[in-house]
């Protein structure tokens, strides 16, 4: 069964600061890796996607990587700002179905 | 629509009721999931739709939980004799042929079983 873990559960930074969210997963045979925001109270929006022959994707100030061979996703936010703070998600597409990470809450203070 | 439609945003109801949520996927997309977010929590697996392909039902918790779709169209999850525990906020999302496609999500519909 896929098993993901994200580090840290919970992160406070001020306003510019770079940063890495970390997620890792127990089944390398995946189809591709999802990063997900959510807002209190809202629904997932996606904000990147990485097919499983791929190594990184980057939008923006975003930049996440995949190395299956160690299990792990990074999630990489360039001068974050206070609009950036939300809960990230890591998900994995198996066989079928997506499985999430239970999530990083980000907060950035301005 | 452009994107994943719930409805409605938010239910009240009482315990023992029935409910019924509704998702209108985005146009073509054959994929269709339902995922269930306590509050505090991440999200839980309820059941996939593939195309005409028998759906997926493992991560429904029990046998008051029901879902149905129509063609590649609108799904209905049903939940039946309500209890509290099933206060959540009840996540569609759709994604195009095949797997591994990117997810879209819906806004949720937020349930409250007093």
């Known amino acids: 069964k896929q098993e993901v873990t994200q580090i840290p559960a919970a992160l406070s930074v001020p306003e510019g600061e770079n940063l890495v969210l970390n997620c890792s997963f127990t089944?390398?045979?995946?189809?591709?890796l999802q990063w997900f925001r959510q807002d209190p109270g809202k629904g997932l929006t996606s904000l990147l996607l990485?097919?499983?022959?791929?190594r990184e994707q980057t939008s923006g100030r975003l930049n996440a990587s995949l190395d299956k061979s160690s299990g792990r996703s990074t999630l990489y936010i360039a001068a974050s700002q206070p609009g950036d703070s939300a809960t990230y998600l890591c998900?994995?597409?198996?066989?079928?179905?997506?499985?999430f990470g239970t999530g990083t809450r980000l907060l950035v203070s301005p | 629509g452009a994107g994943v439609s719930q409805s409605p945003s938010n239910k009240v109801t009482e315990k023992g009721k029935d409910v019924e949520l509704r998702c209108d996927p985005i146009?073509?997309?054959?994929?269709l999931y339902w995922y269930r977010q306590r509050l505090g929590q991440g999200l839980e697996f309820l059941i996939y739709f593939q195309g005409n392909s028998a759906p997926d039902k493992s991560g429904l918790p029990s046998d008051r939980f029901s879902a149905e779709r129509t063609g590649e169209s609108v799904s209905t999850l049903t939940i039946q004799r309500t209890q509290q525990e099933d206060s959540a906020v009840y996540l569609c999302?759709?994604?195009?042929?095949?797997?591994?496609?990117?997810?879209?999500f819906g806004e949720g519909s937020r349930l409250t079983v007093l």
């Open positions: 990485i097919q499983s022959s791929q």
């Open positions: 089944d390398s045979a995946i189809y591709n």
């Open positions: 146009s073509g997309h054959t994929a």
């Open positions: 999302a759709s994604s195009p042929t095949g797997v591994g496609r990117e997810l879209f």
């Open positions: 998900a994995f597409t198996g066989f079928q179905k997506l499985v």
